[in-house]
């Protein structure tokens, strides 16, 4: 059996996740160039509201109908969330030196993570989260879960709404006027401000149907699930060029191709047999990395990165 | 000003710390008039919060029982045992903390735990530095007795005070080989194992019984143990058909892994060992019936030494079920009491001033029926009791299917 097929398939529905997540890093970088390290945990107490929203229907209820809901549950938490964290850890520090925010961002990581393993309840092992019943699907030689649908299908959606937003509103095109030069923008009658916060609420909603995708894939929340996740995403946005929302989706979508295809093949290689399977794939997935930030430094679809690192 | 704040600060200080002295040698005072109790304190250290803490909970609270059990009854004549439960959130750094804090306290004579053979590496060096006593029932790694060179059947004991009421996962990954092949009537296996000193160390010792019986390794593979997402292993274990697939590792990958397998469209069961015998597993994992682990001992709902055990603990109202090593632990925990016992009775009922030395010796050559069988130990400190039993998922629950002694591994390297 050709397991090919198989392995794009896991690749790219990995990888849309990594993209979801990963815009959340890009759209806080573009406009305020700042590294939000608590991204990853925005992603998991989205997944926790879900998870929550689900708790209090009655139980029995069918999971397509639940799921809007559950849907609604995670961007509503995640967001608020990420507000909170914009106006209370990061507005306070904006115009201090460059380091400030971003072990600020480290300390947050660290307290949304402590404080749903002591407060949430049974926060402290993995919590089982609902998954759609029934066998998987058959599509082109390679198996997707019924769960993973929902990830297929969520990405391009978020994403030509987020490109729409950018290119053709005015609130978006205001978010690219503050990206590009904000003291400008300023002058223009942006209010920046909001603009800021605005992009971290999308990133935050992104999170939360990242983390009902993860959900449903796994069949559980923990409290730990956002700190390797983050991280992968955060690759993602560096490998797709920090900054561009499509570079984002792309840099997400290589990764987690190339880890899949890193477990699946490497080890083929003639001589590189010690090198591949599972346990391998992350040292690949960031030799890809290097390799394209050799070659590409702004990253795959960056830009202007030179004026502005 | 300054001056008068650090003045009222340092008296209140000195009369706290004269109040506590004073508190303190009023009861050595009564200690001595009225041959009162002495208190003994045992450690232990288990992950009782994250991922394993189903796992620790149970190891806490069956110590916690033991304890009580031998208060309750008088067991050691002028001794009252008290628990000092540490978490380690099984990470090996905070287990040597524990171990140093505990050894550092000279009530302290045995410290019970901890539950993962990494973590026990940690604490293994402080404990012997100190003469206290380690006991786990949960590790499993040959290294932490034998020595590394166990394979090439150099056995060489590690540390005088390391002791465990486990067998080893020599002992278990073989009987899983076994099993495999003979109870299972599996002929070609899949290997995957988490990189972790345990994991690791069953995955090769069930890969080398497979195979010398016969059976055939068609593939393996490493995994991280923080991995959810198995996917793109899952497509490499379904190209080589195996009829079992067999992990080495804990229940938190263990689970998803196993659903996500027969999403994939693997129909071959996942087997594993104790780190995959927990109820938690099935609740993680919707898809695991079928599935198999081992665990070390007889089910203790079959024993009828573990009757009471069962029957004290549900009456103890824990809200934590005590899980794989609840009896394991309980014994562990006992056989301490039992060398505190043998120690006070040899120096005419008084606790002699190097007890942890003389607890060490006298847990050599503890012998008692316990809750999973007969509790002795050998040369290197292990448990002599090899009863391991094979659970398979049935209706979401592990049902027993089969026990046996595996054929003790003899020192001379016969197996």
Redesign the interface.
């Known amino acids: 059996m050709n397991e090919l097929p198989q392995q794009l398939a896991n690749g790219l529905i990995l990888g849309a996740m990594y993209g979801l997540i990963a815009i959340g890093y890009t759209m806080v970088y573009g406009i305020v160039q700042l590294i939000n390290f608590a991204h990853g945990e925005i992603f998991m107490v989205g997944g926790f509201g879900a998870l929550t929203v689900f708790l209090l229907l009655p139980s029995g209820v069918n999971l397509l109908y639940a799921l809007p809901l559950m849907l609604i549950g995670a961007v509503l938490v995640a967001v608020l969330v990420g507000v909170a964290a914009e106006r209370f850890a990061y507005r306070p520090l904006r115009g201090a030196p460059r380091l400030a925010p971003l072990i600020t961002a480290i300390g947050l990581s660290i307290a949304l993570q402590q404080a749903v393993w002591k407060w949430y309840p049974e926060g402290n092992k993995a919590r089982v989260f609902p998954q759609f019943k029934g066998d998987s699907f058959q599509i082109l030689g390679a198996t997707v879960q019924r769960g993973d649908i929902f990830v297929l299908v969520a990405a391009p959606v978020c994403m030509i709404a987020l490109g729409f937003f950018v290119s053709r509103t005015r609130s978006g095109r205001a978010m690219q006027a503050t990206a590009q030069d904000p003291d400008t923008a300023k002058l223009m009658g942006i209010n920046t401000d909001r603009i800021i916060v605005l992009a971290f609420a999308i990133g935050a909603a992104f999170a939360g149907v990242a983390a009902v995708a993860y959900g449903l894939r796994t069949g559980e929340v923990q409290f730990r699930m956002g700190f390797i996740l983050g991280l992968k995403a955060f690759t993602a946005a560096v490998l797709g060029g920090i900054g561009n929302i499509y570079g984002a989706m792309l840099g997400g979508v290589v990764l987690g191709v190339a880890e899949a295809l890193a477990t699946g093949y490497i080890e083929d290689i003639p001589g590189m047999q010690q090198f591949g399977g599972g346990a391998w794939k992350d040292v690949w997935a960031f030799v890809l990395l290097i390799l394209v930030l050799l070659l590409r430094p702004q990253g795959l679809l960056g830009e202007r990165v030179a004026d502005r690192a | 000003m300054h001056h008068r704040s650090l003045l009222i600060l340092t008296t209140a200080v000195t009369a706290g710390a004269l109040t506590l002295t004073a508190c303190g040698s009023r009861d050595e005072g009564s200690k001595g008039g009225e041959s009162a109790k002495t208190s003994v304190t045992i450690g232990l250290d288990a992950p009782v919060?994250?991922?394993l803490?189903?796992l620790g909970l149970g190891i806490r609270n069956s110590a916690q029982l033991a304890v009580d059990n031998a208060n309750k009854a008088g067991e050691v004549k002028g001794v009252t045992f008290k628990l000092e439960p540490l978490d380690d959130k099984a990470q090996a750094n905070v287990g040597q903390q524990n171990a140093t804090k505990l050894a550092g306290d000279k009530d302290v004579l045995g410290i019970v735990g901890p539950l993962n053979s990494s973590v026990a590496q940690s604490m293994q060096q402080v404990a012997q530095q100190s003469g206290v006593v380690l006991i786990s029932p949960a590790n499993t790694t040959p290294d932490l007795t034998q020595g590394k060179d166990w394979k090439q059947n150099k056995r060489v004991r590690q540390f005088s005070t390391y002791f465990r009421t486990a067998t080893t996962d020599e002992v278990q990954g073989a009987f899983d080989g076994q099993f495999a092949w003979e109870k299972g009537k599996f002929k070609n296996a899949y290997v995957i194992d988490d990189?972790k000193t345990y994991g690791a160390g069953l995955a090769a010792s069930f890969k080398t019984q497979f195979t010398k019986l016969g059976g055939k390794v068609v593939g393996s593979?490493?995994?991280?143990p923080?991995?959810?997402?198995?996917?793109?292993?899952?497509?490499?274990v379904?190209?080589a058909k195996p009829d079992v697939v067999f992990y080495g590792g804990e229940y938190?990958a263990a689970?998803?892994l196993s659903?996500?397998l027969k999403?994939?469209?693997v129909t071959a069961p996942l087997m594993g060992g104790d780190g995959m015998y927990s109820a938690?597993y099935i609740?993680?994992?919707?898809k695991a019936q079928g599935d198999y682990a081992s665990s070390v001992g007889k089910p203790v709902e079959q024993l009828e030494s573990a009757k009471k055990f069962i029957a004290d603990y549900k009456a103890a109202g824990y809200k934590d079920r005590y899980e794989a090593y609840g009896g394991s632990t309980y014994d562990a925990t006992w056989a301490v009491i039992q060398a505190v016992k043998k120690v006070v009775a040899d120096n005419g009922g008084k606790l002699p001033t190097d007890a942890r030395k003389k607890v060490v010796d006298a847990l050599n050559k503890v012998s008692f029926d316990g809750v999973t069988g007969h509790v002795a130990f050998d040369q290197y400190g292990d448990t002599t009791n090899t009863m391991i039993t094979a659970y398979q998922v049935d209706q979401g629950k592990w049902v027993a299917r089969f026990s046996a002694e595996f054929k003790k591994f003899d020192k001379a390297g016969k197996s």
């Open positions: 919060t994250g991922e803490s189903a990189q593979e490493h995994v991280n923080e991995d959810r997402d198995f996917k793109a292993v899952v497509a490499k379904k190209a938190p689970g998803p659903q996500q999403d994939g469209g938690d609740q993680l994992n919707k």
